[in-house]
């Protein structure tokens, strides 16, 4: 194995990651908009010690353009 390899396997072994949040998905005039935020948590397991915490915000807005869907209507007879 690469020492590479081997710093992996250590911080896969050692470490716990916690992921944590809020999403929200809405739509708006022409499109989806998504917000909220991700908090995340990275932890020694054997020291039982948080080595680095972040939050991350989220904010995006998709524009779809006009959407034409079919529909076939049965004629009666």
């Not at 470490?15 to 999403?23: E, K, Q, R, S």
């Not at 809405?26 to 020291?47: A, E, I, R, Y």
């Not at 039982?48 to 209507?73: D, R």
């Amino acid at each position: 194995m690469s020492i590479i390899d081997d710093l992996i396997n250590d911080i896969v072994k050692n470490n716990a990651v916690t992921l944590d949040g809020v999403i929200t998905i809405g739509f708006v005039n022409g499109g989806v908009k998504v917000t909220g935020n991700v908090h995340s948590n990275l932890q020694d397991v054997k020291k039982k010690k948080n080595l680095l915490k972040v939050t991350i915000p989220i904010e995006a807005q998709v524009g779809v353009p006009e959407i034409v869907v079919p529909l076939q209507i049965p004629r009666p007879g």
